[in-house]
């Protein structure tokens, strides 16, 4: 007799997983750093397509102004902390191809790299002009949710960059390690030419434990060889 798929299937941790809970880890021998996706936090805005039913990256209950994992797909209310690791500048590169229309091409970790594929893709055919460089600011950090934590990456380019310099500043004005103290990240509304849109408030929460601060140590070391 063929057992309920519900039975085999459960929501929670089964018992046997809770009460052998040093039970090895198996069947990621396998994973490097070329076969994982580090989470990085976004914001919802109107437009992002995690709102739009018809997109892949659609996310149930979205609503502007909350924070989201690209990964886990889990939605913030108000805020989360973080303990930020390392600082890189990046260059991302975009294609437009229409008033309405922009592709994004790679990223690079040197403006250099950024020109060099700008030249090989004019050498294939593509306009320079609808080929645009811009500088993507990469926070690499731990996010602390309770006794739970979790690398991640925060990116603050476009209205995003002033509060990334403002962090930069406040941490090296510090004297310590980047990693040294926790920090609430949130959203505030604000407007432009454009419309409105919702940007990054960091604000200093306290110390980072040994365990947060350990785990940052890593972060730290892996994103620097990396």
């Not at 929670?12 to 990621?28: C, I, K, R, S, Y």
């Not at 592709?103 to 294939?124: D, M, N, P, Q, R």
């Not at 930069?168 to 390690?177: A, C, E, H, T, Y």
Request: proline letters at 2%; one cysteine or more.
């Amino acid at each position: 007799m063929t057992k309920n798929i519900t039975e085999l299937v459960t929501q929670e941790m089964p018992a046997f997983m809770v009460t052998n809970a040093d039970m090895p880890v198996l069947g990621n021998e396998n994973l490097d750093s070329d076969s994982i996706e580090t989470p990085e936090i976004k914001i919802v805005q109107a437009m992002s397509k995690c709102r739009q039913k018809n997109e892949a990256d659609y996310i149930k209950g979205a609503e502007e102004g909350q924070l989201y994992n690209t990964v886990t797909r889990e939605l913030y209310e108000e805020s989360i902390d973080i303990c930020f690791a390392n600082y890189k500048t990046m260059f991302a590169l975009y294609k437009t191809i229409d008033a309405k229309t922009t592709v994004f091409k790679g990223l690079y970790g040197s403006l250099e790299e950024a020109k060099f594929e700008i030249g090989i893709l004019v050498a294939e055919g593509d306009l320079e002009t609808s080929l645009t460089i811009k500088r993507s600011p990469h926070h690499f950090g731990v996010m602390v949710q309770g006794d739970a934590l979790q690398n991640v990456v925060i990116v603050m380019a476009g209205s995003n960059e002033r509060t990334s310099k403002s962090l930069n500043s406040r941490i090296s004005l510090s004297g310590k390690s980047r990693f040294a103290k926790v920090y609430t990240v949130s959203t505030v509304s604000k407007s432009n030419s454009s419309g409105n849109f919702y940007s990054l408030k960091i604000e200093p929460k306290g110390w980072a434990s040994e365990t947060v601060y350990k785990q940052a140590e890593e972060v730290y070391n892996f994103t620097k060889e990396a």
